[in-house]
């Protein structure tokens, strides 16, 4: 059995989180990845405290293994969920979109552990000096919003410029991914795409075979130019988005007017013409809808097996 020092430190049997997606990331989703034994993630996103305090409980009635939740720290109610995840005795706090400094102290003092998604070696360093337990090394690759590295440049280099452990995200979605994160120094992986078409997973039934029906070459990135890229599968509302961007007549305003509300009408709505169906380049190897435990086991076993087998290539 793959072991590392992110499942010591958590309690968790295997080294793999769920990421913290916004509109997706529920109390069923993350209970049902934690009970698997990897590290089910509640997202937070912009919701208020009320909504997250109701997650966390109904996530506890359905397991009583850890599971983290993700702020993001751009939200206008980040403050009050903040003291929401004290409160409720959280395990993990997986943080986004900001600096947690504000917090650290609070939540430290609380026992939580907290692991900032980190797109750069500096900022994985002043996290590390903060007081993170821990950091997700995130390329590129990944859907959502997005940083400049690839995961195969960035996890190596992370690895190396801090000593608490480092999870590999962006591009994994299977045991091979998992072995080559292990084999460029990760702790661990974090996993979002994959978990899409969980059948835990509460997305539309129209997001979940754009994505099982997805090829190589599916995604395109949007929102350069307000300082905010976004990676999801080529749609409609994507290529207009990308199209309005290049256009000067378009002002930033006009922009994120267009956006606004568009992951929303995806997850919710299924909307194929205005939705915005975040994912990462790994879509195209997603072909089937699973338990979210068989996704979990499944990526363990087979990176156990190719790791065991790494021995076999030297002479």
Known sequence: MIKSRICDLIGIQYPIFQGGMAWISDAVLASAVSEAGGLGIISAMNANAEYVREEIRKCKSMTNKPFGVNIMLMSPFVDEVAKVVIEENVAVVTTGAGMPSKYMSDWKAANIKVIPVVGSVAFAIRMERMGADAVV???????????????????????????????????IADGRGVAAALM??????????????????????????????????????????????????????????????????????????????????????GDLEGGSFMAGQIAGMVKEERPAGVIVETMMKDAESILKTCTNRLK
């Not at 978990?195 to 994505?211: D, G």
């Not at 905010?228 to 000067?248: W, Y």
């Open 137 to 171: 090394a995130e390329g590129s690759e990944s859907g959502g919003h997005v940083g400049e590295t690839n995961t195969m440049a960035l996890v190596p280099q992370v690895c190396d410029a801090v000593k608490i452990p480092v999870l590999a995200a962006g591009g």
């Open 184 to 269: 460029l120094g990760a702790d661990g992986v974090q996993c979002g795409t994959c978990f899409l078409v969980a059948k835990e997973c509460k997305v539309h039934e129209n997001y979940k075979k754009k994505i099982i029906s997805a090829s190589d070459c599916e995604t395109i990135i949007t929102g350069r130019r307000m300082g905010h890229p976004v990676r999801s599968l080529k749609t409609r509302f994507s290529r207009k988005f990308a199209e309005m961007e290049k256009d000067a007549s378009n002002t930033d305003e006009q922009i994120l007017a267009f956006g606004s509300g568009s992951l929303r009408k995806a997850v919710v709505d």
